[in-house]
């Protein structure tokens, strides 16, 4: 498997384009996204568990019911949230570009992104989609990336290529996500796409394992989104024998969707909104996963944990006490903790109490940009990790005033 | 009932002191707090939910299992929690303090808050106990609720006398809790003091109920501290009928047990670490008590919420998304929002859409330091209150660095 460059258009037949369409106010903001596959192929997406949904969403569920879609358009600058005429906003969306295109609307996955409650007009939207399906291009990724971001800071983007029976394949990605983020997805929007021929059924089943794992262990702020979804289209065009069961080309498959999944987490707990510091909790030694995931977790949500970090703190009681109250089964009398990054490892915690330690090294350690928080317990073999972020000034600044 | 002077003194018999050991460095700051009454009395208690305990409450679970206490003593600087010598160092406290005020070890409450996982040494406060003795007092509430604060801005103590049978009891409290604190306990310290004779068992059944509605409804951070603890001693001198089963008498002292704790609570919320606002949200409508409680906590819960506190920004988008991923059983498209302070109220969401308001108004009414959150549900009539405050740039400066 080999990083290449493209994101969403490194697989073959697949271009995209994001353009300012003029949902935003701010000109030079691109606000209208778009990816289109050059044949209709197999679809699949998971969703926030947030009961306040985005109409978008369920616009799309009702589109790839039968399993197929051709392309994506998602706006920023508003979520269609919480509005009576959501629904309808989607779904003129997907027909608009649907006659656009000259495909069926039904096969048009839409996303919105954005501030919740505020009508979104179809009008800008209605008259950008001539430019944006003029803009698309093989070379198209970043501008789509662009289009998605709301509090992002920077673009988040890759792709892999990956043998399947022979045959080169190509995964990638794009994605947004800066705040509201946490376990269970988030306002994180994520669009996959793949060369691969895969059936319906098996990119589903690939898609809700593999978040389990990767999505749904990001967390920013512990609030979980009404938008958030993560689509990945596949359109076959790699040539080779379609997956229809588990097996070695499966595992390929799942091999080339992690690595491009896990390293989008990254990206998104790294640009966590005003965040400094990208926080990783690899939890080693648990009862079974699911304890695994509930203390990494815990740990990454943890305010006062993060508030640490930002300090470059090593106040590694926040970790303890986190693991106390988050409901795993855990035997805290057990737990060690460390703090590793590249400049180096130190060990805070042994059989739940404190050790010595350097605090001149500690400091050292937690003033790199991406820290390790590392738990280790005496229940089982079972291990998990979380990814977040600090939290500053910045965020508080980010969120004291985003809507107005 | 009218609330009066005096705080954890208010009641007959009681006494109360506030001293500097050395277990701070800071001479200026108190760090031992006493309280204690003439006569033995009965004792109730309740702890924090979190798996990892500080070594006191270990301790004074023991002492009061048979119902009865006599004094409360408690640092603050250290928690001594995640400590291998933790329970030997509390034992030994209530031994000193025991021989010190010639009473049994075992009716001694210990408790401890600050730092974790940094072994507190008994020689401090083997040498502070003589005076912390000597410096016993009607008039010292204050100077003990000024003892057990860490982080704290203010101090927090309230009293109420109440009438049960014709005779005239008294009961109050202090506390302390800033930071670490989220529902089902925190570091939060809440010592309680009353002259009305109730038994054991009613005592702890008036503090265990009273606490669901109360300190497991207060949110700073969402961390649950690992040291928290509500304690109150009933010594029985004002001469009423004990209590001993439910009927008018135990609804009386309930009563005043409620005004003492809301108050604490609420005085907990608006002392937040780095608050400057008091957030109150009231759910009505819910299915049932359980479902307006998880509402309640999670609205108050939300950093994304609570950052637009903070920047007086009426985003009411953030409520509904707090409803939505609360995990109660709530049909959203009923929810109606609207905010509160005594500058006014402003709807600004009706059955789960957002309806027309005045940004200008809103801003005046969010501007204030008290705001309540009204949130109205179509699916019963059960209600719940919950308390919390903004998220602001001194709540990250305090946790960045608050251990070295």
């Not at 006659?99 to 839409?110: G, M, P, Q, R, T």
């Not at 501030?115 to 003029?134: H, Y």
């Not at 262990?217 to 979980?224: Q, R």
């Amino acid at each position: 498997m080999t990083i290449i460059p493209g994101g969403v258009c490194a697989a073959k037949g697949f271009t995209a384009a994001g353009i300012h369409c003029g949902i935003r106010k701010n000109h030079t903001k691109k606000d209208l996204a778009l990816i289109v596959s050059r044949q209709k192929g197999h679809a699949a997406a998971v969703y926030t568990t947030n009961l306040v949904k985005g109409a978008p969403l369920d616009v799309t569920k009702a589109h790839i019911s039968d399993g197929c879609a051709q392309a994506i358009i998602c706006n920023s600058g508003n979520a269609n949230t919480c509005n009576a005429d959501g629904i309808q906003v989607a779904e003129q969306t997907a027909s608009l570009l649907g006659a656009a295109l000259h495909i069926d609307a039904k096969d048009v996955v839409v996303a919105s992104t954005g501030v919740i409650g505020q009508p979104l007009d179809i009008t800008p939207i209605q008259n950008g989609i001539p430019a944006l399906v003029e803009a698309l291009s093989e070379n198209g990724s970043a501008e789509a990336a662009e289009a998605i971001m709301t509090t992002d800071t920077v673009q988040k983007e890759i792709a892999v290529s990956f043998e399947i029976s022979g045959k080169t394949c190509t995964l990638g990605g794009i994605a947004k996500g800066s705040g509201m983020i946490h376990p269970n997805l988030a306002t994180m929007l994520v669009f996959l796409t793949t060369d691969a021929a895969i059936s319906a059924d098996m990119l589903q089943k690939a898609l809700s394992t593999d978040v389990q794992s990767t999505f749904n262990m990001v967390s920013i702020d512990g609030d979980t989104s009404t938008n958030d979804m993560v689509t990945i289209l596949a359109n076959g065009m790699a040539g080779n024998d379609e997956i229809v069961s588990e097996g070695a080309d499966f595992d390929a498959f799942m091999e080339a969707l992690n690595t491009v999944t896990v390293h989008l987490c990254r990206c998104i707990a790294a640009d966590g909104e005003g965040a400094t510091k990208l926080l990783e909790c690899a939890v080693t030694g648990a009862k079974d996963e699911p304890n695994a995931k509930t203390i990494a977790k815990s740990v990454v949500c943890s305010s006062l944990l993060k508030a640490a970090m930002f300090g470059a703190d090593a106040n590694w009681g926040r970790v303890l006490c986190a693991i106390g109250y988050s409901g795993a089964e855990v035997d805290v009398h057990k737990v060690g903790v460390s703090f590793s990054s590249k400049s180096g490892i130190v060990k805070v915690c042994e059989q739940g109490a404190g050790v010595p330690f350097s605090e001149e090294a500690a400091k050292k350690v937690l003033s790199e940009d991406e820290i390790d928080i590392l738990v280790t317990l005496g229940d089982g073999t079972a291990s998990a990790t979380a990814w977040g972020c600090d939290l500053t000034y910045d965020y508080v600044k980010i969120n004291g005033d985003y809507r107005t």
